[in-house]
């Protein structure tokens, strides 16, 4: 697409009563307060449909993490307190199992190896 370059000369500047602005120095800054207010509009601020959708799709999150979700844990909890007394629970070991997968990758990399390395001795030929 072409870039349209805005050309704001043609613009009669007005008052709050419509009428038209005499002194240079008014007209100027009620021409940069339009031209800072258009580009706040058209740049930086959303469209009503995108605010509305937006504030809708954070009160339905909202809704989900702390209503229901908040709820389902506490009844986890209560559950998990009644048929699990506290000296019987599994404890994660989570450090113990990040440490297993670097081991298992080198072991699994030397294995690899082994069946894809030419186990002929590689000769050298010498030339005088």
């Known amino acids: 697409m072409p870039l349209q370059t805005p050309d704001f000369s043609d613009l009669d500047v007005r008052d709050a009563q419509n009428r038209s602005i005499e002194s240079p120095s008014a007209a100027q800054?009620?021409?940069?307060l339009f031209r800072e207010n258009l580009v706040n509009l058209v740049v930086f601020a959303g469209t009503?449909?995108?605010?509305e959708t937006a504030d809708?799709?954070?009160s339905i999150s909202g809704l989900i993490n702390k209503s229901i979700l908040l709820r389902l844990s506490l009844i986890f909890e209560l559950f998990q307190d009644v048929f699990?007394?506290?000296?019987?629970?599994?404890?994660?070991n989570v450090?113990?199992?990040?440490?297993?997968f670097p081991v298992g990758i080198f072991a699994g990399c030397l294995l690899l190896s082994n069946f894809s390395l030419s186990r002929s001795p590689r000769k050298v030929n010498l030339r005088c």
């Open 29 to 32: 800054e009620l021409a940069d």
């Open 48 to 51: 009503h449909a995108t605010r």
């Open 56 to 58: 809708w799709l954070n």
């Open 84 to 92: 699990l007394p506290p000296s019987r629970r599994f404890v994660h």
């Open 95 to 100: 450090h113990n199992l990040w440490t297993t």
